[in-house]
């Protein structure tokens, strides 16, 4: 409480709050949307912020406390966070901002709305069973040779296959 000319009001908290802060709040991961105070400490800790000057993680924030749903929602930037969790660690509100990207990125799927290098990359991991597969050239294989390395890195298309069949409605390696 505050003391002002004698009587007692409630301090001026902050309380941001829009539909879509409420809509990641009640997903789970983004329960601590409304804790944010926008201080910055996570942009200033980001990683991925020091290498982009379009990935502002406070900036993020605000516009899902603002209620800019299509935006995020439509936006690239949530699938930037690469979850190091450094801001995670500095915020003195504890907000986890990893989780609540998750959260965004959990309803942007639902919709529909993954970006197209993520799709790409997701559809690699599915059909060869991981990213850098179309990457392991000659070179690296005689680099391996002379390190005294296996060079047969043993794909396993059948456990790729079975995996599908288990997680995914769709086999279409099959
Ligand atoms: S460090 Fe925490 S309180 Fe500060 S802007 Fe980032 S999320 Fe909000
Ligand atoms: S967890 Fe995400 S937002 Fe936080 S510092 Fe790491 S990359 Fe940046």
Redesign the pocket.
Known sequence: MVETKGELKQPSLHHPSSDFSEEIANEPGGEDITK???????TASCLVAKYTDRYR??RL?QKILLGKREEVLNSELPWLCMTCRL?EE????G?S?PEIFGAVRKIAAREGKIPNVFKSTASLVLKDGWMLKDTYTDFIEDDRDDLGLDTDLNWDDDFVKKIKKKYFKEDKTR
């Open positions: 944010c105070i926008q201080c910055g400490m996570c993680p406070r924030i801001c500095r915020c003195q509100e907000v901002l």
